[in-house]
């Protein structure tokens, strides 16, 4: 089985920054890759920034400039900075891992989520 912990989110004004971590523990051979959503009230999950194993990423466009997804594969961990939040970035925030387990299936795997509200 694996767990996922997030951390980090919160209130912050506009302009503001947020840092949130998503550690991964458990029965993991190797992690996939790894990515953040977020669902805002009344409209669905999209994805917000991507991480391959090679480092490769991918953003939606519009947190592109202002958000940075990172990794510690040491740690299974998963970062995404936020910097020059705004009230639209308003959210639940998910991490979202593919990882291969240990008895060599693969599974896509959930955070519980962390709001991050931007607002003065």
């Known amino acids: 089985q694996v767990q996922l912990v997030e951390s980090g989110g919160g209130l912050v004004q506009p302009g503001g920054s947020l840092r949130l971590s998503c550690a991964a523990s458990?029965?993991?051979?190797?992690?996939?890759?790894m990515g953040w959503y977020r669902q805002a009230p009344g409209k669905q999950r999209e994805l917000v920034a991507g991480i391959s194993t090679s480092g490769s990423t991918d953003y939606a466009d519009s947190v592109k400039g202002r958000f940075t997804i990172s990794k510690d594969n040491v740690n299974n961990t998963v970062y995404l900075q936020m910097n020059s939040l705004k009230p639209e970035d308003t959210a639940v925030y998910y991490c979202?891992?593919?990882?291969?387990?240990?008895?060599?299936?693969?599974?896509?795997?959930w955070g519980q989520g962390t709001q991050v509200t931007v607002s003065s």
């Open positions: 979202n891992l593919r990882i291969l387990l240990i008895t060599f299936r693969t599974g896509d795997y």
């Open positions: 458990g029965s993991i051979f190797r992690i996939e890759s």
